[in-house]
């Protein structure tokens, strides 16, 4: 309060707050981004907000969940305890002590934004605006937390950890044009790892890029000499999009061969490319295969166009009214 324009002291408080801002809040939602979707509308919950919505007694929050159901939540009364007065003995001097912090997430992100006017340091902002983006990020907002990992990489571009947090978000996000450029970057700089490698290797493929995504492959085979699904996996996506139909199937098999959890990924899919060849007893085999393994997708079997000449048929109804599907919720329109 004293120095409101000190930079240096205001980077401090924030960077304090930052440090507590990855505790649970004592109240549900409170200090928290929460998502309306049938408002579009996210909110920080702050006293503001608190004590406008629990006006009666309750938070009434519309559940971040799909389906989009009303969810009434009780929380504990909040009473804001402001700072007091402290009289220093011998010298009697009045002095102010500083409040409870409630709010480690907003405040923080606001003397972090403030501290960002005030220094120009690259070195600096840098830190500062990851700091943001990370607050954003554990409070619940990944949309308001990207932005801010960009502007880090401006003032600090050879930050791997950087990126890696921000392929993440694309991804969850389906900024899939921005995460590919990002994948390309710690690729072509030696900084990818395993995981980001299969994500790169699966964009190129959707790419038509199979030189490189199998070049991807290749090297991670070499690195890890042990049998990995995925790779088996991207493969024989890459063969199916590339027309392979026989080579897609012998990827496919070998995954199956692997991989123990949803097998019944690969079977719909050995399923789908023996349909395509021609060859119904097969298709019909891994198709009641993947069924048995819990495969469900209506909006799939419905529209898959794969599967064209076996929904022709009688024995297709008969498969499919014995499954339990997959319901798809439609969301209202908005006033």
Do not use: C
Request: net charge positive.
């Amino acid at each position: 309060d004293k120095f409101p324009e000190d930079g240096n002291l205001i980077y401090r408080l924030g960077t304090l707050l930052y440090s507590r801002a990855f505790l649970n809040s004592r109240v549900p939602y409170f200090d928290t981004i929460v998502r309306f979707p049938l408002l579009n509308k996210e909110l920080f919950i702050d006293f503001d907000v608190y004590y406008k919505l629990s006006s009666v007694d309750s938070l009434t929050l519309y559940d971040k969940s799909e389906t989009g159901s009303l969810d009434k939540i009780k929380l504990e009364l909040l009473t804001r305890v402001t700072s007091s007065t402290y009289i220093i003995p011998g010298t009697k001097d009045t002095v102010l002590t500083a409040g409870p912090i409630y709010m480690p997430r907003k405040d923080g992100i606001t003397y972090l934004k403030r501290a960002a006017e005030l220094i120009p340091e690259k070195e600096a902002l840098a830190d500062i605006n990851f700091k943001i983006a990370h607050i954003y990020l554990v409070a619940g907002s990944k949309k308001q937390s990207y932005p801010y990992f960009e502007k880090s990489l401006v003032f600090d571009p050879a930050n791997a950890n950087t990126r890696l947090l921000l392929i993440d978000i694309y991804a969850a996000l389906y900024k899939n044009r921005a995460a590919f450029s990002q994948l390309n970057y710690l690729y072509d700089s030696g900084q990818i790892n395993f995981e980001k490698r299969m994500l790169l290797a699966k964009f190129d493929i959707h790419a038509g890029n199979f030189d490189k995504a199998n070049e991807l492959l290749n090297k991670a085979e070499f690195i890890y000499p042990y049998v990995l699904p995925v790779i088996d996996n991207l493969r024989g996506l890459s063969y199916m999009i590339a027309n392979k139909p026989e080579d897609a199937i012998a990827a496919y098999k070998k995954s199956i061969n692997t991989q123990k959890a949803d097998p019944w990924f690969n079977n719909y899919s050995l399923a789908r490319l023996f349909a395509s060849m021609g060859n119904t007893n097969e298709a019909w085999k891994y198709l009641q295969t993947a069924i048995n393994f819990g495969f469900n997708y209506s909006y799939v079997l419905q529209n898959d166009n794969y599967m064209e000449s076996l929904r022709k048929t009688t024995k297709w109804q008969t498969m499919i009214s014995g499954i339990s599907m997959k319901t798809y919720k439609k969301n209202k329109p908005v006033n």
